[in-house]
């Protein structure tokens, strides 16, 4: 693999309101690796007979290009508005879209009315395009099969998420409010909403929310508390199909289709505090984070075939402990030293019941018993971590 980065930013500030920016990223990941052949194919879910005879692994690479403009301008002394575009391209290696493009343009508008309140809100609205969308690329894998019984078996209509077009709108609203000069106070809002227009196949709808609190306090000059609280939201909805044969389409059995809608949340609590030990010399900072995540997934339709059915719901905890020291050696160099801990949870069905050795599990007639060897880093787990770091600024 040979990875390559290209950063390029022009900042121009010769008119005295109006600041103007251009900058432009490449990334590319030259994915040079051996490919892997399997002239017999693979053996699906350890039972039968193998499948898919000739395939090829195939060394994945893309490539990324960003381009933007901004300008912001200071219209009075409590207001600022900036405007963006920015364009995206991605190059995909024999992916089923070649190459994307994606067009974002808002605005951002900044208010300081007071000396202790800040209040900032922006638009943005994305356009993405999936020209020439073909499923027969993978032929490069299924190396026996045609690119039209590639196309046939993969459902002309679906998209895959990544690839499809999407529209996309993004709005944000930030406040801050700093009543006395040891305090702070923070409220965010931040709402995402990505539609699919052309698939009618796949993921049609995702919606996400996340509204968050915190506050910052310093009751003495070398302490510092803060606290925050984060609640996210999303929503989504999925068009799928089960077929028996190549020939089934959405428009030719209807019956066949069934919808999926999910619900996840997530809350997350952080608490912590920057104390200043010896001025200019040793600081430390605690810091606790505790996060509660729930996902629920409801499927209805597919009357002629397997019913769509509810799946159990999916929880999960995070908990994070931070203690790190901060030493200054000398000007811009830092030594960092510390504690970490970690412990996760997760109650899952479609995981709990898996084992190293699946024949207690795997009990119906003429399966062959199989090994999961992912039950070692099953959840739950804890982890303690000390560290030493070196930090060098210039």
């Avoid at 796949?202 to 510092?224: C, E, F």
């Avoid at 799928?240 to 809350?267: C, F």
Wanted: aromatic share 16%.
């Amino acid at each position: 693999m040979r990875p390559f980065l290209l950063n390029a930013t022009l900042v121009n500030r010769f008119f005295t309101r109006l600041d103007l920016k251009a900058s432009y990223r490449y990334y590319d990941f030259d994915n040079r690796s051996r490919r892997v052949f399997f002239p017999e194919g693979i053996i699906v879910n350890d039972q039968g007979s193998a499948v898919e005879a000739g395939l090829r692994s195939f060394p994945w690479a893309y490539s990324r290009q960003y381009a933007s403009l901004d300008a912001s301008y200071a219209v009075t002394r409590w207001l600022s508005a900036r405007l963006g575009y920015g364009w995206e391209r991605m190059h995909r290696e024999r992916r089923e879209v070649l190459n994307a493009n994606e067009h974002t343009v808002g605005p951002t508008f900044d208010l300081t009315p007071t000396s202790w309140l800040m209040v900032r809100t922006g638009y943005k609205r994305s356009w993405r395009d999936a020209h020439r969308y073909d499923a027969g690329r993978f032929a490069v894998v299924e190396t026996e099969d045609s690119p039209e019984e590639v196309r046939a078996a993969q459902l002309a209509v679906l998209r895959k998420y990544d690839e499809a077009a999407r529209n996309r709108d993004q709005y944000s609203l930030f406040t801050q409010v700093t009543p006395w000069s040891t305090l702070t106070l923070t409220a965010e809002f931040d709402f995402n909403k990505d539609h699919f227009p052309g698939t009618a196949i796949g993921l049609k709808n995702d919606i996400n929310y996340v509204p968050s609190i915190g506050l910052t306090y310093a009751p003495l000059d070398w302490m510092s508390l803060f606290a925050d609280y984060n609640w996210e939201g999303y929503d989504w909805k999925m068009r799928a199909m089960e077929r028996t044969a190549t020939t089934q389409t959405p428009s030719s059995d209807p019956n066949r289709l069934w919808i999926s809608r999910g619900k996840d949340q997530v809350h997350t609590f952080d608490i912590g505090s920057d104390l200043t030990l010896i001025k200019n010399l040793l600081g430390f900072r605690i810091q606790y984070t505790f996060s509660d995540a729930s996902s629920l997934t409801r499927a209805s339709g597919n009357s002629a075939g397997t019913a769509a059915s509810d799946f159990p719901r999916v929880t999960s905890q995070w908990h994070e402990l931070l203690a790190r020291f901060d030493y200054r050696l000398y000007r811009g160099t830092t030594l960092k030293f510390g504690y970490y801990f970690n412990h996760f949870t997760e109650s899952d069905f479609g995981v709990d019941v898996m084992d190293v050795w699946m024949g207690n599990v795997d009990t119906t007639p003429n399966v062959q018993r199989s090994i999961f060897l992912g039950d070692r880093i099953k959840t739950p787990y804890t982890a303690h971590l000390g560290f030493v770091a070196l930090r060098w600024e210039y």
